[in-house]
């Protein structure tokens, strides 16, 4: 029951992100653009917090 459940909602999302792309393509591109910076910036947070480790938890 669960697995039906699964592909229903992943059949919904992507339903919606189709539409969302043919409705507006300048719209969506933002979407995907902002998505990237959060990955961007969370890798980098990363990045940095793993260098403060490695310097010894140093400022």
């Known amino acids: ?3 039906q459940w699964k592909k ?3 059949f ?4 919606f992100v189709l539409y969302v ?3 507006d393509p ?5 979407y995907v653009q902002i998505g990237f910076e959060g990955v ?3 890798a980098q947070s990363i990045g ?3 260098t403060w480790v490695a310097n010894g938890g140093k400022d």
């Not at 919904?12 to 339903?15: E, K, P």
């Not at 300048?26 to 933002?30: M, R, V």
Request: glycine share 4%.
């Open 40 to 42: 961007s910036s969370a």
């Open 12 to 15: 919904a999302l992507v339903v």
């Open 26 to 30: 300048a719209k969506a591109a933002d």
């Open 8 to 10: 229903l909602g992943l």
């Open 48 to 50: 940095d917090f793993m």
């Open 21 to 23: 792309i043919i409705t």
């Open 1 to 3: 029951m669960a697995v």
